[in-house]
């Protein structure tokens, strides 16, 4: 009869028994653990099951390490898998003001702004107008009606005035346009936490801890690790107190929120399809145990890198648009602006030297025709002999 050593997690089939009509007596490892060197020579858990002679075989998902090949033989790989992360589900938020999420509050802002703009504008250039029409009150909601496009019950007539209408219209325009169809995305899918999706991440967020089972593979790996962001890893997990006994203690851990359980792939995958409050995130990654093959892949992929992957990689179906996404917008809007003041003042200008020049003809034909008279002549004369 076989001993056939398992993990916890793993007995359950018994098809190779059939198919080989064996008898056998199935057990589980020792203190549930695939089996570490305690000190030199001295192993625990399944390795030294076997190394004792207790156990005809193990089995389980156990990672093939340098260490183990030595006093242990594996047998070709059953099913080949890596390491990723068990987190908590991204939780879905809701707000009232959802509708004012496609902009960013700078960019609504900006855009209260260059309304409160273009209404002194307005006012400005109609302020010395006998038959104004943009008074204070008409000119706040001109530029009100202009924005929700609704339109006044009036129309700019200064040339000024409408090269200024031309230009924002044009910016309410565009800016509803974007508003409109980014609205479409925020109101039709769910906004949820943005979860980490790689062990580099996982490094890079302060909020979220990390942890995995004690005395495996994976806690030598990321302890042993050259690479920056595994000791990273590393030291989140003794901060946290993250190393678990068995794998469903490290799950029910990453359920409460702001945790990764970084362990086998295929269990994993089994506790996010029976317990629906955990997500599995990140592609499996093999363990290498020295990490000559990472250095060599940092040495000659991660080390050449000069694009930013990050920026570049960057996708979301829900975009708030900030200023520098309307920026061009808010160009063309102040060029109209400059246009419509330009030619305000050239105008101005011209209009106050043609009446200027009037004036001054005005005062010199009085004289003219005082001298062009005949009979003014003579009593000119005597006025000239006399003074």
Known sequence: MFRVLGY????KEYELADLLNMKYELYISPENAYGTEVREGVWNGMIQEVINGN??????????????????????GVMTTGVNMLISKPK?????????????????????????VVSVLY???????????????ETLWFSIGTLLMRGTDFSPKRTAQRIVTAGFTFFVLITVSTYTANLAAFLTTT???QPISTLDELADRDEMNAGTLDNSATLRFLKD?????YRKIWEKVIESKGLFKNSEEGRQRAEEGNFAFIYDYRINSYFEKIHCKNKMVGTPVRLQQHGIVMKAAFQWWDNKQVCNLKELGKSSVQVEFAIKHMAGVFVVGG???????????FKKFYTLSQTQGKDKDKDTKPEKKLLDNPENSEKGTTILQSV
């Open 8 to 11: 916890a997690g793993f007995l």
């Open 55 to 76: 156990a005809t075989l193990g089995m389980g998902a156990i990672s093939i390490t340098s260490e183990r090949e030595k006093v242990i033989d594996f047998s070709l």
């Open 92 to 116: 879905e938020h809701s707000s009232i003001f959802q509708f004012m999420k496609p902009f960013s509050l700078e960019l609504w802002m900006a855009i209260v702004g260059a309304s409160f």
């Open 123 to 137: 006012f400005i250039l109609d302020y010395n107008d006998v038959e104004r029409q943009f008074t204070l009150k």
């Open 191 to 193: 906004n949820l936490d």
């Open 225 to 229: 690790s050259n690479k920056a962001s």
């Open 335 to 345: 060029f109209g602006l400059a246009c419509s003041v330009s030619f305000f003042l």
